[in-house]
């Protein structure tokens, strides 16, 4: 079947370090998506590819960062500089880019040590 | 940017009953976009709005996309535990830095008691 998988599910993080996030997806699908969930908040977008090898900014890249290297896959990292990085991350994908149907991973909740 | 205003923020409800809840923006859209999110898992997509006026329906669930483009509605009937989740709209960036974009709302949390 086809779908976006992410892991892994939790993730614990210890102050000072990086983490990343993978996402995969089997679509075949041009345009993926990073976005963050805090409670009671919408989704924010982190950043988003149009295509393999490019990338860009969303609205809270800060403390992110990302690559684009294969078509199914866009690994997102944490890094020590996002100070306050508890929250669940959603990965998603999309046809091409401004196609408004996106597909979502299940997510992976990170907390902080 | 633009916002996305969702209401209620949450509803308590016995199965059973009709939900109804709505999405307003603070600029034009040209789409509009319902997700359900179940508890802990990534948002699915239940309607697309392509219209101003278009009345779509998904099982017991029905979609509206305000006259004014700048507000959308959602109904669900005969509600059933498993509709608990997270709904939240959605609609692409009007311009500037938000083109192509999705903005989503806050969501609005139903609970169903049985």
């Known amino acids: 079947d086809g779908g976006i998988t992410q892991s892994p599910k939790y993730l614990f993080r210890k102050e000072g370090q990086n983490v990343t996030l993978s996402c995969e997806q089997n679509?075949?699908?041009?345009?993926m998506y990073w976005y963050r969930q805090d409670p009671g908040q919408g989704l924010r977008l982190i950043y988003y590819?149009?295509?393999?090898?490019?990338?860009q900014k969303g609205d809270i890249a800060e403390g992110y960062s990302v690559s684009r290297e294969k078509k199914e896959s866009f690994p997102l990292t944490v890094t020590s500089a996002q100070k306050n990085p508890t929250a669940f991350y959603l990965c998603?994908?999309?046809?091409?880019?401004?196609?408004?149907?996106?597909?979502f991973g299940s997510g992976t909740q990170l907390s902080v040590l | 940017g633009q916002q996305l205003n969702q209401s209620p923020q949450s509803m308590f409800i016995q199965e059973g009953e009709d939900v109804s809840m709505n999405c307003t923006s603070s600029?034009?859209?040209?789409?509009w976009l319902w997700y359900k999110q179940d508890p802990g898992e990534g948002p699915v997509l239940l309607i697309a709005?392509?219209?101003?006026?278009e009345l779509t329906s998904n099982g017991r669930l029905t979609a509206q996309f305000g006259i004014t483009r700048k507000d959308s509605f959602l109904n669900i009937s005969a509600s059933i535990p498993s509709d608990v989740g997270i709904y939240f709209c959605?609609?692409?960036?009007?311009?500037?830095?938000?083109?192509?974009?999705?903005?989503f709302g806050q969501g609005t949390i139903l609970t169903v008691h049985p």
């Open positions: 998603a994908s999309s046809i091409r880019f401004r196609e408004r149907k996106l597909f």
């Open positions: 679509l075949n699908h041009d345009a």
């Open positions: 590819s149009q295509i393999v090898n490019d990338f």
């Open positions: 600029s034009i859209f040209n789409t």
């Open positions: 709005l392509y219209k101003a006026g």
């Open positions: 959605a609609g692409p960036g009007a311009g500037g830095t938000s083109y192509g974009k999705l903005t």
